[in-house]
């Protein structure tokens, strides 16, 4: 069985500062690992992907996210908020030969100036 | 390059009546092919998937179905709406060929509000 856990449901943050979202999962098969953005009203767009390649991964719009296997984390960062990266964040896991993604259950980030 | 089209992009409709949304893929052959509702301030609930024409695997039961009439068309019906269809509904496409990855490509969304 695959499971995502989404840490926070709502994380603040100051336009300039740091980001972390959290995620920890569980699967019984070699993972693959999602990060997913959605705006509102708008489709997801992946943000960055984990496919048993090196374990730090860089995605779009400068977000990057580290494998931990001892941990089973998937954590998403950026290191300096803007105000578009406001959003909905969803953590993904899945597997190879998996027909199906599992979603958690999302992270709000909210940017202030 | 491959691109997902949903419409409408918004719809209201009366407790009672048909439904039908329509996903297309451009620019790909034989994908798998999603359907998701996103309640509000909730997380993504697959509804439906198929994996080639006339094949639809059912997630969750409920009033809602699926088709697929068209290697790239993907359809979601209902006879009669309830006022809990209410959402956001998105479809997505991966590769189906053995080999193209786990990654899921999202539509743009059609939001329905049932009253």
């Known amino acids: 069985a695959q499971s995502v856990t989404q840490l926070d449901s709502h994380v603040s943050v100051s336009e300039g500062t740091p980001v972390l979202l959290r995620c920890n999962y569980s699967s019984s098969y070699s993972p693959s690992l999602f990060w997913y953005v959605q705006h509102p009203n708008k489709g997801l767009q992946l943000l960055l992907k984990?496919?048993?390649?090196?374990?730090l991964v860089k995605g779009i719009n400068g977000f990057e996210a580290e494998f931990k296997k001892s941990e089973t984390s998937f954590h998403l960062t950026k290191p300096s908020a803007h105000m578009s990266d406001a959003a909905e964040y969803f953590c993904?896991?899945?597997?190879?030969?998996?027909?199906?993604?599992?979603f958690g259950t999302g992270t709000r980030l909210l940017v202030s100036p | 390059s491959q691109t997902i089209h949903q419409w409408p992009a918004t719809l209201v409709q009366p407790v009672g009546s048909p439904l039908s949304l329509e996903c297309t893929v451009e620019g790909t052959s034989n994908p798998n092919l999603y359907w998701y509702r996103q309640a509000a301030g909730r997380g993504l609930q697959l509804l439906f998937y198929?994996?080639?024409?006339?094949?639809i695997s059912s997630e969750v039961p409920q009033n809602l179905s699926a088709s697929r009439p068209q290697d790239r068309q993907f359809i979601l019906s209902s006879k009669k709406l309830l006022l809990s269809d209410s959402g956001f509904y998105l479809c997505a496409w991966r590769p189906g060929l053995a080999g193209g990855g786990e990654t899921q490509y999202f539509g743009p969304g059609t939001r329905l509000l049932v009253l």
């Open positions: 198929s994996v080639g024409i006339g094949q």
């Open positions: 984990y496919t048993s390649a090196a374990t």
């Open positions: 993904v896991v899945s597997a190879v030969g998996f027909q199906k993604l599992v």
